[in-house]
């Protein structure tokens, strides 16, 4: 029997510094309000992800109607 993955999110180093960005502060601090909305949305992002990654090779393809749905309302 395998052990589960450990529970968070694995980040490549430049998407952690994109969400700083976005999430942070002028002192690169992330107040909580913040922290929980990023959270949220890598959840969903994630999620959304696996969901359409039918044959779970790390490639999805959107149509611009879905990426646009997928940008703009989740």
């Known amino acids: 029997m395998s052990n589960p993955p450990p529970p968070g999110f694995k980040l490549p180093r430049r998407l ?34 696996k969901t359409l990654d039918t044959d779970a090779d790390g490639v999805v393809s959107f149509s611009f109607m879905q990426w646009i749905s997928l940008t703009m309302f989740t």
């Open 16 to 49: 952690h510094q994109l969400i700083i960005l976005r999430y942070s502060e002028p002192d690169l601090a992330i107040d909580f309000d913040n922290f929980v909305s990023c959270l949220i949305r890598l959840e969903t992002m994630f999620k959304t992800f």
